[in-house]
């Protein structure tokens, strides 16, 4: 399994972007789908996730209104919308995959897999 996130780059607050994460798995839908995000000195966390069919997501309280999470199963790609972006959004974004397609899990022990992630940088 491979998972490759692309659309990160350099915005001003207020702006937006679209992250993308092509998965190179046989049958999407078989997994959710998470987005996480690491910023220098702090842990990983837990951004987003998105159900096998795409029917449950679950959002982390400080993007709730901001971030909309998506998926294509027919195009193995998986998305992440940002907007009204803020400068302690800057961090580097991974796309995971869980195993399992029915619950939307916010735990880093839950993903198997893991993308390398890509820098989004908000300044303002």
């Known amino acids: 399994v491979q998972l490759v996130e692309s659309g990160g780059g350099l915005v001003q607050a207020g702006g937006s972007l679209r992250l993308s994460c092509a998965a190179s798995?046989?049958?999407?839908?078989?997994?959710?789908m998470g987005w996480f995000r690491q910023a220098p000195g702090k842990e990983r966390e837990f951004v987003a996730a998105?159900?096998?069919?795409?029917?449950?997501?679950d959002y982390a309280d400080f993007v709730k209104g901001r971030f909309t999470i998506s998926r294509d199963n027919a195009k193995n790609t998986i998305y992440l919308q940002m907007n009204s972006l803020k400068p302690e959004d800057t961090a580097v974004y991974y796309c995971?995959?869980?195993?399992?397609?029915?619950?939307?899990?916010?735990?880093?022990?839950?993903?198997?897999?893991w993308g390398q992630g890509t820098q989004v940088t908000v300044s303002s």
């Open positions: 998105i159900s096998g069919s795409g029917g449950n997501t």
């Open positions: 995971a995959a869980d195993p399992q397609s029915m619950y939307v899990n916010r735990g880093r022990s839950d993903y198997d897999y």
């Open positions: 798995i046989l049958t999407l839908s078989r997994y959710t």
